[in-house]
Each structure stands twice: as structure tokens, then as C-alpha cells.
């Protein structure tokens, strides 16, 4: 599964989806919503494409969604991989409110232009300040301010995830217990990128080196019971990582 996001884009067009064949017509509803798909297809900035594997069920859910809530040059892309017996109706349920839940608390804050500024890219300048954690250094009043920027995004990133977790707990018809899923999420705003994620679903960048090879940069880590910043919380629960994996979303 996966999903591809060019940093160029066609003129505007209709998105482009793959054949429903047997799928419910609310279902069919819900991908005509302009620039969203959310199965195999073609849009404007962006191609996606699954299929069933050997293992039985495809738990793989994607959406890209060109000009989210009405807002140009903003794109969001989620990547969502279910596990256990639900997990496809899992990452579905998640793939269809997250980017909502997500655009709405950041708008909320940031009003039509939330990402990009009248000062261009600001991936570089705010990078640094977090490259470091123990970095005291005086930041200008430009840095400070992309700082409390990210703070704030952060912060957005998390409710969002929050929120949707603890819907799915108090779905009645959605079995979340033994079954979970991945969520890698990406807002793109012309050449600005935030990205999000929870578990080990991987958001990778490509770039061309000075030969015109592609190069490929990850931008997530992927989040398991065995990754450092989990070590504290395994002994606390006297959880094996197999058990943790299964119990949690």
C-alpha cells in the first residue's frame, strides 16, 4: 500500500477513483467529496494504490485530500495500517474523521494560512531549535515565534489523535480492544510540510541528488513497544511488547 504526493501539480481536475464494484453507495457518497479519495486513484497532486495481499483482509486504509475544507495550495495525505480482527473497519473509521478532527483544531487556531508565511519556508529556520533539546541559545523573535508555531501544531496533532481514539473506544459497532491501527498524517501547504504519526507506518520524502538520482529521506520514526521512549512504560505494565502491540490503537 502507499500513497505518493508531488510537490507539482496538474491543472485543476477531477479526481480520478477506481471502480467501486461492490461497495456501498454511502461509501461511494463519501469519495465524490471534490479533491478527496480515499481508494485507488489519480488526483491532481497525488496517486494512490492498494491490493489485497496473501494474509486475508486488506486492513490498509489511505486518503489524499486536495484543497481540505476549501482551503488552495493545502493538501492532507493519511496513511492508516489496521491490525487485529477489526483493524480494517478500524483504519477506515480513522482515515474518515481524523483529517477533520485535525484541520479543524488547527484552523481553529490559525485562521485561513496556517502553515506558510510572508517570510517563505519556514522548515529551515525552525527545524534547528529542535535538533537539540539542550540547546539554551537566545532565539530571535522570528525563531521564538515558529517555535510557539510547531508547540501549537503539536499540540493539534495530539488532540486530534486523542480524540479519535477515545471515539472508537465508545463505538458500539467497532471492536477497538484487540484491534487498532497506524495513522501517518501529512499537511502540505505549497512548500511547507507537518507531519504526524502514530505506530510504524512511514512518511518518506523524495529528493534528487545533484546526478538527478531519487533520494529517499524518512521524515517519521517509527513508533514501537521496543523504541527508546517506550522502555519506561513496558516494565510499568509488566506488558510483553507481543501483548502491547495487540492491546493498543
Avoid at 467501486?20 to 457518497?29: A, I, M, N
Avoid at 508547540?151 to 472508537?168: H, W
Avoid at 529517499?216 to 519506561?232: E, R
Avoid at 513496558?234 to 492491546?247: D, E, G
Wanted: hydrophobic share 35%; proline share 5%; with cysteine.
Amino acid at each position: 500500500m502507499g500513497s505518493c504526493l508531488t510537490a507539482e501539480q496538474r491543472p485543476a481536475s477531477a479526481a480520478r477513483a477506481a471502480p467501486w464494484g461492490k461497495e456501498g453507495e454511502g461509501r461511494r457518497r463519501e469519495e465524490e467529496v471534490p479533491g478527496r479519495i480515499a481508494g485507488n486513484g489519480v488526483g491532481n497532486a497525488a496517486c494512490l494504490f492498494t491490493r489485497q495481499g496473501r494474509k486475508g483482509t486488506n486492513q490498509d486504509a489511505m486518503v489524499v485530500w486536495e484543497n481540505i475544507n476549501g482551503r488552495a495550495d493545502t493538501v492532507f495525505c493519511g496513511v492508516f495500517d489496521g491490525h487485529g480482527p477489526h483493524g480494517h473497519i478500524v483504519a477506515r473509521k480513522v482515515r474518515d474523521t481524523l483529517p477533520l478532527k485535525l484541520c479543524d483544531l488547527i484552523y481553529d487556531d490559525y485562521g485561513e494560512s496556517p502553515i506558510s508565511n510572508s517570510d517563505g519556508s519556514i522548515l529551515e529556520e525552525t527545524l534547528s531549535p529542535y535538533a537539540d533539546a539542550e540547546d539554551k541559545s537566545p532565539m530571535s523573535g522570528q525563531k521564538q515565534e515558529h517555535r510557539e508555531f510547531f508547540c501549537s501544531m503539536k499540540d493539534s496533532f495530539r488532540k486530534a489523535f486523542r480524540v479519535t481514539d477515545k471515539e472508537l473506544k465508545l463505538h458500539r459497532n467497532i471492536d477497538s480492544i484487540c484491534s487498532g491501527s497506524t495513522a501517518v498524517t501529512l499537511i502540505k501547504q505549497g512548500q511547507d510540510l507537518i507531519v504526524g504519526n502514530l505506530g510504524d507506518s512511514r512518511a518518506v520524502l523524495g529528493t534528487r541528488d545533484q546526478n538527478g538520482r531519487l533520494v529517499a529521506h524518512q521524515l517519521t520514526v517509527d513508533l514501537k513497544p521496543d523504541h527508546p521512549s517506550n522502555s519506561l512504560s513496558l516494565p510499568k505494565f509488566k506488558i510483553s511488547p507481543a501483548r502491547l502491540l495487540l492491546v493498543t490503537v
